[in-house]
């Protein structure tokens, strides 16, 4: 099958990663969003960027699916949204379900964790399903 490269919606842009974290409000999910934004940094070992206006990106990885189509996207990241931080664990969860019990107050979607305020959550146990995350993401898409 052929390859098809898709310019996806989602892409790292020119903009400014600590002009978005600024204009994050209130203050409070202000300072959650800077909270998880080093802690990405500090655990990805990557520096930040942009993917599209929202969404602030450690890392990247190719991807090609078996109907050819193939594309960039971020290794992990996070969004400061108007009702949650949502968190991108590119990996999925299938794997941390006692992780995820242990985690606090938070809801999922495919590939994203919902989290209303850092203070409903064990941070540490945040940090480790991202790192596992990273782990497996490292496993099926080396660096």
Same mark, same amino acid.
């Given at each position: ?5 898709? =310019?996806?919606?989602? /892409?790292? %842009?020119? !903009?400014?990663?600590?002009?978005? +974290?600024?204009?994050?409000? @209130?203050?409070? =999910?202000?300072?959650? /969003?800077? %909270?998880? !934004?080093?802690?990405?940094?500090? +655990?990805?070992?990557?520096? @930040? ?95």
């Amino acid at each position: 099958m052929a390859k098809t490269q898709v =310019k996806n919606k989602t /892409a790292p %842009t020119e !903009a400014d990663v600590q002009t978005y +974290l600024d204009a994050v409000t @209130p203050e409070w =999910k202000q300072e959650d /969003a800077k %909270t998880i !934004a080093a802690m990405m940094e500090r +655990l990805s070992g990557h520096k @930040p960027k942009m993917w599209g206006p929202t969404m602030v990106g450690y890392g990247q990885y190719h991807y090609v699916y078996d109907s050819g189509r193939e594309g960039d996207m971020m290794r992990t990241g996070f969004s400061a949204r108007k009702t949650a931080l949502t968190l991108y664990c590119i990996g999925g969860f299938q794997d941390k379900e006692k992780l995820l019990a242990k985690l606090g107050k938070h809801s999922l979607g495919k590939s994203c964790l919902y989290v209303k305020r850092l203070s409903d959550i064990d941070l540490d146990v945040l940090e480790e399903i991202i790192v596992k995350d990273l782990e497996y993401m490292t496993e099926k898409y080396p660096e």
